[in-house]
């Protein structure tokens, strides 16, 4: 349904829809543990927001730290800080890419 979702606000071109739902698929790769993957897809999702002036909530912030959290408990500082850059310095295409490849099951982070 996700997925499904993100193709159509791709569609339209509804940014924040996309914003939004980068976010899901970066706490879902946290909570599989994906964390490089979490960080790249949470840091596109926060230079869209950022791009298009439409912050979060502080109570929604808060809610994605904490979603966030075991991906970067399971990075290093470095490690975890050049995901984030790079998910920021991701175009928006291909930030839908990264959210829609599944992740092989053999790596290991």
């Not at 071109?13 to 979490?38: M, N, P, T, V």
Request: net charge neutral.
């Amino acid at each position: 349904m996700y997925q499904e979702s993100i193709k159509l606000f791709q569609e339209l071109d509804h940014k924040r829809g996309i914003a939004r739902l980068l976010e899901y698929f970066a706490c879902a790769a946290a909570a599989q543990l994906e964390a490089e993957r979490s960080q790249r897809l949470a840091g596109a999702a926060a230079a869209l927001r950022h791009n298009i002036g439409a912050p979060l909530t502080p109570a929604e912030q808060a809610k994605l730290e904490a979603s966030l959290r075991p991906a970067r408990q399971a990075l290093t500082s470095t490690v975890g800080v050049t995901a984030w850059l790079e998910g920021r310095a991701l175009p928006v295409e291909k930030a839908i890419e990264e959210a829609l490849m599944r992740e092989a099951p053999s790596s290991s982070r």
